[in-house]
C-alpha cells in the first residue's frame, strides 16, 4: 500500500498569502497518478488537480500543481477567502487507492 | 449537468446489513467506472470500492473485502454498495464518486453529497 504523508497538518495564512502544501508518497508510482483535492465544512470533496499537475474544469489558475516520483506539491497562488478548506492529495496509480491525511488551510 | 446522489444511510446495529444507492444523471453512466470513499466523523478520506463500467470487474479496499459488495445497473443508472456484517469502524459518510474514465483506476471528477451510515448498539 502507498502512503501518502502530507505537511503541515495545518497551515494558518492571511488572505493574498501563498499557500503551499505537500504530498509525500512512501514509493513512487504509475505516472504521476495524484490528485489533489479540496473539502468544506458538510460539503463533498472538489477535485482540484490530476496528473500531478493538471487543473480540473473550472478550477482558478491560482491553484497550481507539480511534482513526480514520491514529491509532491499543491500551490494556492494568493489566497482567496473561499479557500480556506481542507486539502487532500490522492494517489491513484495502485491499490488500494490511497488519500493523505489532508492539510487543513486556516484563516491566521 | 453531472449529478450523484446517495441514499440508503441510517443507524443500524453491529453484525446487520445496509444497501447504499446512487442515482446518477447528467451524462453516461454506462461509460464510467464508479467509485466509494467513505469519511469517518472528523477524519480523512478512505477509498472503499470500484466498479469497472460493464461491471465485470470490482476491487475492493482490504477492511471491507468480503463484506461490501459493490454493483451496478446501467440500465437504471444506479450504482449500489451492499454493506454486511457491518461494524463500528463502518460508520462514516459514504460518497459515490464518478471515474475520470471506463476502466481502470483514475481519479474522481465528480462527487455526490454523501450518506450517512452510523453502525452503533
Known amino acids: 500500500e502507498i502512503v501518502l504523508t502530507q505537511s503541515p497538518g495545518t497551515l494558518s495564512l492571511s488572505p493574498g498569502e501563498r499557500a503551499t502544501l505537500s504530498c509525500r508518497a512512501s514509493?513512487?508510482?504509475?505516472?504521476?497518478?495524484l490528485a489533489w483535492y479540496q473539502q468544506k465544512p458538510g460539503q463533498a470533496p472538489r477535485l482540484l488537480i490530476y496528473?500531478?499537475?493538471s487543473r480540473a474544469t473550472g478550477i482558478p489558475d491560482r491553484f497550481s500543481g507539480s511534482g513526480s516520483g514520491t514529491d509532491f506539491t499543491l500551490t494556492i497562488s494568493r489566497l482567496e477567502p473561499e479557500d480556506f478548506a481542507v486539502y487532500y492529495c490522492?494517489?491513484?496509480?495502485?491499490?488500494?487507492?490511497?488519500f493523505g491525511q489532508g492539510t487543513k488551510v486556516e484563516i491566521k | 449537468q453531472v449529478n450523484l446522489v446517495e441514499s440508503g444511510g441510517g443507524v443500524v446495529q453491529p453484525g446487520t446489513s445496509l444497501r447504499l444507492s446512487c442515482a446518477a444523471s447528467?451524462?453516461?453512466?454506462?461509460?464510467?467506472?464508479m467509485h466509494w470513499v467513505r469519511q469517518a466523523p472528523g477524519k480523512g478520506l478512505e477509498w472503499v470500492a470500484f466498479?469497472?463500467?460493464?461491471?465485470?470487474?470490482?476491487v475492493y479496499e482490504d477492511s471491507v473485502k468480503g463484506r461490501f459488495t459493490i454493483s451496478r445497473d446501467n440500465s437504471k443508472n444506479t450504482l449500489y454498495l451492499q454493506m454486511n456484517s457491518l461494524r463500528a469502524e463502518d460508520t462514516a459518510v459514504y460518497y459515490c464518486?464518478?471515474?475520470?474514465?471506463?476502466?481502470?483506476?483514475?481519479?474522481?471528477?465528480?462527487w455526490g453529497q454523501g450518506t450517512l451510515v452510523t453502525v452503533s448498539s
Open positions: 464518486a464518478r471515474n475520470n474514465h471506463y476502466d481502470g483506476f483514475g481519479y474522481h471528477d465528480y
Open positions: 447528467g451524462f453516461t453512466f454506462s461509460s464510467y467506472g
Open positions: 466498479i469497472w463500467y460493464d461491471g465485470t470487474n470490482k
Open positions: 514509493q513512487s508510482f504509475s505516472s504521476n497518478y
Open positions: 496528473g500531478a499537475s
Open positions: 490522492q494517489q491513484y496509480g495502485s491499490s488500494p487507492l490511497t
